[in-house]
């Protein structure tokens, strides 16, 4: 299809009557023409369409319908029928009153063409920048961010269903494009059609231990057996290329030995790390994961906004990663996301999750932003058990390089230009064997078993550890624990986007799609948002039970 911009026309004076008698004191999706005018043009989108082709829908009215479909939890079919039916569609629309809309494939074709031409932040990236002309959004201030958890569109299987699941996907994905070759493989395997008939379930495996490991081999034999044939010379190539067989050669390769002719189990530390395992045939792209006990199969999703009282608490970034991504990895994308739109605050606030001493001094150097939040406590024996010979009580002298332990000896060696496994910049010191094994603290200070040094520690380079050390000391303060307060309301964006869209649990398949999706989401929640701010609506205040309430007045 191609495109052919046309300017949004204006809205029909029909529609306008009917609207206003229906809603008399508007509602969100009036409101947002109201203010904002047409939100999206045909322009915006042109390079998502080809030159040559039959006329296309409109665009800027797939994105606007898309929009609304997020703001108010809206499935394909209920939006495509919302357009036809719902004459505040038609209003933000501009369409007349027997406008017969869409057919409900067109929103996932559109979701498509936005992914395949890079244009999935388009949608978010124009309202901010109207926003900003309309001087509702500025750069500096305060910002926040948080994550949440995101539940992938597919089963959450034990390593056996898995791979019986994967040997069924690509039989199904063969049976479908080559039906006579896969016969003839199969007359060779007669007992597939029982084993891999029916969808893989825990309750079709054997029980016990023997019987089940005696089970998996036998699938990998026969996984190895269909790869084989796949690859066997006479064979189509394309085959190959089939995604349902690419998920398996790639699922074999990670769960499986094969030694010659026998077929391994592998465990424990044999599989590969979480990052790259695949965990479903039928998402890829899905990770597992666990938070605070929580586990999940899937993504996670992460908002920022501004949080000025003056101002609409507009979300300005969505991330979208999959499950194993630290938040600490997502700290320099997020300043970097927002220093493209150009709207970069003074302060970032942020959980633990997201600081580090080494991203306190790139946020300040870098970006110029104060990233404030408190960073991870100090989880060594010595603090648990001994604070007094923790790493915090040992004095540095930078310029003399040396360390002082809490008993007044100075360290032996003092070795730079390291890096740890992270990749930091840190400098290691050790201290005498002798005054180590002489003092009165040592069973709580180290129990190193180096013939030539006691204790050591290690530092981070002086940048860094200067801005650790000040950061610790801020937390104590109350002033920190009144800014940092703000970051609270994260939460309720969180609870707003769950709530509103379903933010936890993707309909979608695939890391691409689930962002989109998260992007459509930000944008809808952004104008749920402006509506309330136009209408004086105040934010809603931290709900507390009854019984705390009653609790709270006794103990006044």
Not at 101 to 113: C, I, N, T
């Amino acid at each position: 299809m191609s495109l052919r911009p046309i300017p949004v026309p204006p809205i029909p004076e029909a529609t306008v009557r009917v609207a206003r008698a229906a809603f008399r004191k508007g509602c969100l999706a009036m409101r947002v023409r109201d203010e904002l005018g047409p939100l999206f043009c045909d322009e915006q989108f042109v390079s998502a369409f080809p030159r040559r082709g039959g006329p296309a829908l409109s665009p800027a009215q797939l994105a606007m319908v898309s929009v609304l479909q997020f703001a108010e939890g809206l499935t394909d079919r209920q939006a495509a029928d919302a357009v036809r039916a719902r004459i505040d569609f038609k209003y933000c629309l501009g369409l007349d009153l027997d406008d017969p809309g869409f057919d409900v494939s067109v929103l996932s074709e559109f979701r498509d063409r936005l992914i395949v031409h890079g244009l999935e932040e388009q949608v978010l990236d124009i309202v901010l920048e109207r926003l900003s002309g309309l001087g509702l959004l500025r750069a500096g201030g305060r910002q926040r961010t948080d994550a949440t958890h995101v539940l992938a569109a597919v089963r959450a299987v034990n390593r056996m269903e898995f791979v019986g699941e994967t040997m069924r996907a690509a039989l199904e994905a063969l049976a479908a494009a080559v039906p006579g070759w896969l016969a003839d493989i199969t007359r060779q395997h007669l007992a597939w059609e029982k084993r891999y008939a029916a969808r893989c379930d825990s309750y079709r495996i054997p029980k016990g231990d023997n019987a089940r490991e005696e089970w998996a081999r036998t699938v990998g034999e026969d996984g190895f057996a269909l790869l084989e044939a796949v690859h066997a010379p006479g064979t189509p190539p394309w085959l190959r290329e089939i995604p349902a067989v690419q998920v398996l050669r790639t699922t074999w390769i990670q769960q499986y030995h094969r030694d010659g002719g026998e077929v391994r189990w592998r465990e424990g530390k044999d599989l590969p790390p979480g990052r790259i395992r695949i965990l479903s045939p039928y998402d890829v792209q899905a990770r597992y994961s666990v938070k605070r006990g929580t586990g999940w199969v899937g993504y996670k999703v992460h908002f920022s906004e501004v949080c000025e009282p003056d101002t609409p608490h507009v979300i300005t970034n969505v991330a979208t990663t999959d499950a194993t991504v630290q938040d600490t990895e997502m700290t320099d994308r997020v300043h970097q996301a927002l220093h493209k739109r150009k709207l970069l605050p003074a302060e970032h606030l942020v959980d633990c999750g997201y600081t580090s001493a080494s991203l306190l001094v790139q946020a300040r150097d870098e970006y110029h932003v104060n990233l404030l939040g408190p960073l991870r406590t100090d989880t060594s024996s010595q603090k648990r058990q001994t604070p007094e010979v923790a790493q915090e009580a040992f004095t540095i002298d930078w310029d003399g390089h040396r360390v002082t332990c809490p008993q007044g000896h100075t360290s032996a060696v003092w070795s730079a230009q390291r890096h740890n496994i992270r990749g930091v910049p840190i400098v290691q010191v050790f201290f005498r064997r002798e005054h180590c094994d002489a003092c009165p603290l040592r069973e709580a200070c180290t129990r190193t078993t180096n013939p030539r040094y006691g204790r050591g520690l290690q530092i981070l380079a002086r940048p860094l550890q200067e801005a650790q050390d000040a950061r610790r000391r801020e937390e104590q303060t109350d002033e920190f624990k009144d800014r940092y307060a703000m970051r609270a309301g994260a939460e309720g964006t969180i609870s707003q986007a769950v709530r509103r869209s379903r933010v936890r649990t993707t309909p979608y398949i695939g890391l691409a799609k689930t962002h989109l999706g998260h992007v459509f989401t930000a944008t809808a929640l952004n104008l749920v948002r402006l509506d309330a701010w136009w209408n004086g609506r105040p934010l809603g205040a931290t709900r507390t039970s009854h019984f705390s309430q009653l609790s709270l007045s006794l103990a006044a």
